[in-house]
């Protein structure tokens, strides 16, 4: 009996969820303009309509009501959280309509924030889904499927010990057969620099068709070449079709290394958004990320703010698979 999967992203969406910044204390200066992205963002994804319904996840009647303000095209939905990265945080809905809902420990213990352990759980229950309970350590930026039942992860993430310490790299890929109906797992090393989620898969390889993986190709002075080169020598060996992106390369804030990256696209009904960080390669991204997918828009915007926060325009959302 085949077990039910994640859809490809690139498959039909019902809506998608997407946190709204929602604490000052914790985004403070960046708290307006990392909104204003965030929304920018939205409207991209609902493409007046033509692309899917969007809710913004507010964790307060507050964030809500500036929520409705700015973006009068989207829903809203309250509900208590840490913070809006919920391609981590949220469920990952399967391909029978099920949920699947996985423990989060804060990125290793990293950033232990109220809600944040429990929103995947109450959004699935109010989408009105079946909810699988997984009881071992997962974030949805960790991994990335092509919807096959094929999925590529780093080890640096999912054989940390912050994790699932008691855990082996066998018994892993068992858990992820079982609970997300994965039939093959591709194993990368690191991820990149400075990325306090211990290397997330969706900043250095996406799948972007059945069996084809895009990568970042290293821009001059680039602090992660090693690992981009790396990361094609292990796909191309695990005898997937390579693909590359430009990559922003070094991109500095406060005098340090950011882990910027345009990899972590959201692949929309009608459009892929593209993160930007006023890069030289930015426009050089977009154009790549058009050429795979032809039968959608890619459309670049920045994420500078977000960044501030750790990730980018995949990380704070969450499809709903059609």
């Known amino acids: ?18 946190g709204f910044p929602s604490h000052p204390e914790l985004w403070e200066d960046d708290l307006d303009p990392a909104r204003d992205e965030v929304v ?10 033509r692309g899917e319904r ?10 809500a009501q500036t929520a409705r303000a700015l973006a009068p095209f989207a829903g809203i939905e309250v509900q208590a959280f840490g913070d809006i990265w919920l391609r981590d945080t949220g469920p990952i ?3 029978d309509g099920s949920a699947s809902d996985f423990q989060f420990n804060g ?5 232990d924030l109220p809600g944040d352990d429990t929103v995947g759980l109450r959004l699935a229950q109010r989408l009105g889904r079946r909810v699988g309970t997984c009881n071992w350590v997962l974030e949805g930026g960790a991994i990335d499927g092509d919807g096959t039942g094929i999925m590529v992860t780093t080890e640096q993430c999912l054989l940390n010990a912050n994790r699932n310490p008691s855990l082996t790299k066998t018994q892993i890929e068992a858990k992820l057969r ?15 620099l400075n990325d306090h989620t211990d290397g997330h898969v969706d900043n250095l390889a996406r799948f972007v068709a059945p069996g ?6 290293p821009a001059e002075n680039d602090p992660n070449w090693q690992v981009y080169s790396r990361a094609r020598r292990d796909l191309i060996a695990a005898g997937l079709d390579v693909v590359t992106i430009p990559s922003p390369g070094r991109v500095l804030r406060d005098d340090e290394v950011v882990p910027a990256s345009y990899m972590n696209f959201y ?16 426009d050089a991204a977009v154009a790549a990320i058009q050429a795979l997918f032809p039968d959608r828009t890619a459309v670049g915007q920045r994420a500078d703010h977000i960044l501030t926060g750790g990730g980018s325009f995949h990380c704070i959302s969450q499809q709903i698979p059609a």
């Open 178 to 192: 079982d609970d997300l109906g994965l039939s093959r797992v591709v194993w990368l090393g690191e991820g990149l």
């Open 107 to 111: 990125w290793g213990g990293k950033y």
């Open 54 to 63: 969007v809710i913004l996840v507010c964790a307060d009647a507050e964030a």
């Open 1 to 18: 009996m085949t077990r039910p999967t994640p859809p490809a992203e690139w498959a039909p969406h019902e809506a998608v969820w997407i």
């Open 212 to 217: 084809r993986v895009a990568i970042p190709e």
């Open 267 to 282: 692949i929309g009904n009608a459009a892929v958004v593209v993160p930007l960080y006023g890069a030289e390669n930015d």
């Open 40 to 49: 920018a963002f939205a409207r991209a994804v609902h493409a007046d309509g």
């Open 93 to 95: 809905i399967l391909s």
